[in-house]
């Protein structure tokens, strides 16, 4: 990662001003810059938010976050990893519209600064967690060591960080039950966040369709495995989803709708059962305002 803090003109217009609200002395400024990153991270943001995450100055909470938007640049890319850890020419499709979020070098770079910021005793704890949650997004060999002691650990918060690690790594199956048969609360909603991502969810299938459908079911449980039937999607995802975009619950109703339009599920529900598009909240329209955001919207 370089060392030097590289001048706001050598950004192009792109990126230049989510630059400069990272480096602002207002903290409403740089929470809106991290919130908007993740989507348009390239080797030159990625260098800046590792940059954001290892400054002493700035809090703890807003550091992590920062790495956590390193995360999806890497899920984006790691199909195309190569054997030295960098990345292959990936193909372009018939036009060449399709290009990686990062280069081999940045690839590489992102990857390897964020083990070192893992390993770092010297940081804080979340900085570390986050660390280790973003790098899972492009699964290493040290990432099952990390999985694995973060859940032997007695810290709460390290064993939370365990549960999402394992549902991106094989082989945590029996953990990932374990912590869903659990009695913190919040760790078993991301083992149920967990089981989707990974062959678990065909054990606690039943599990999170009854939970999702329970009307008097904790709020956050509901939503959780709501969030997993729409990675997982087992064959009654649809019919119970669909159901559930009903559901007196506004934000149980949100999720619902979200999870279908996620997971594609529309498309195993009959066109009795679909709802007017119209009525779905998505617009094509929506994607070219991702990148069409002017200076008044900061």
């Known amino acids: 990662m370089?060392?030097?803090?590289?001048?706001?003109?050598?950004?192009?217009?792109?990126?230049?001003?989510?630059?400069?609200?990272?480096?602002?002395?207002?903290?409403?400024?740089?929470?809106?810059?991290?919130?908007e990153i993740a989507p348009v991270v390239d080797?030159?943001?990625?260098?800046?938010?590792?940059?954001?995450?290892?400054?002493?100055?700035?809090?703890?909470?807003?550091?992590g976050q920062a790495l956590i938007a390193l995360g999806p640049a890497l899920e984006e890319c790691r199909d195309e990893e190569g054997p030295d850890g960098g990345l292959e020419s990936p193909p372009?499709?018939?036009?060449?519209?399709?290009?990686?979020?990062?280069?081999?070098?940045?690839?590489?770079?992102?990857?390897?600064d964020l083990r070192r910021i893992y390993h770092d005793g010297s940081l804080p704890k979340l900085v570390r967690r986050r660390a280790v949650e973003a790098a899972v997004r492009a699964?290493?060999?040290?990432?099952?060591?990390a999985a694995a002691a973060a859940w032997r650990s007695d810290d709460p918060e390290w064993r939370l960080t365990a549960a999402f690690l394992m549902g991106?790594?094989?082989?945590?199956?029996?953990?990932?039950?374990?912590?869903?048969?659990?009695?913190?609360?919040?760790?078993?909603?991301?083992?149920?966040?967990?089981?989707?991502?990974?062959?678990?969810?065909?054990?606690?299938?039943a599990d999170l369709l009854?939970?999702?459908?329970?009307?008097?079911?904790?709020?956050?449980?509901?939503?959780?495995?709501?969030?997993?039937?729409?990675?997982?999607?087992?064959?009654?995802a649809a019919g119970v989803l669909d159901r559930l975009v009903d559901d007196p619950d506004p934000e149980v109703a949100a999720a619902a709708r979200e999870a279908l339009e996620e997971a594609d599920l529309w498309a195993g529900l009959g066109d009795d059962d679909l709802e007017d598009p119209d009525d779905i909240g998505f617009d094509v329209d929506d994607l070219a305002e991702l990148d069409g955001r002017g200076e008044e919207d900061w």
């Open 2 to 35: 370089p060392e030097d803090m590289p001048p706001l003109d050598s950004f192009d217009d792109a990126t230049r001003e989510l630059v400069a609200a990272l480096r602002s002395d207002d903290p409403a400024v740089r929470e809106h810059a991290l919130e």
């Open 43 to 63: 080797d030159g943001l990625a260098w800046e938010l590792l940059r954001f995450a290892r400054d002493p100055e700035r809090g703890d909470e807003e550091r």
């Open 92 to 112: 372009g499709g018939t036009e060449g519209w399709w290009e990686l979020p990062l280069s081999s070098a940045g690839y590489r770079e992102v990857t390897e």
């Open 139 to 145: 699964p290493r060999d040290w990432h099952r060591e």
């Open 168 to 205: 991106h790594l094989p082989g945590f199956q029996d953990e990932i039950l374990a912590a869903f048969r659990g009695r913190d609360p919040v760790i078993r909603r991301e083992a149920m966040r967990a089981a989707g991502r990974s062959a678990t969810g065909e054990v606690l299938a």
């Open 210 to 236: 009854a939970i999702a459908a329970d009307r008097s079911a904790d709020r956050d449980d509901r939503l959780a495995a709501i969030a997993a039937l729409a990675d997982h999607q087992p064959d009654e």
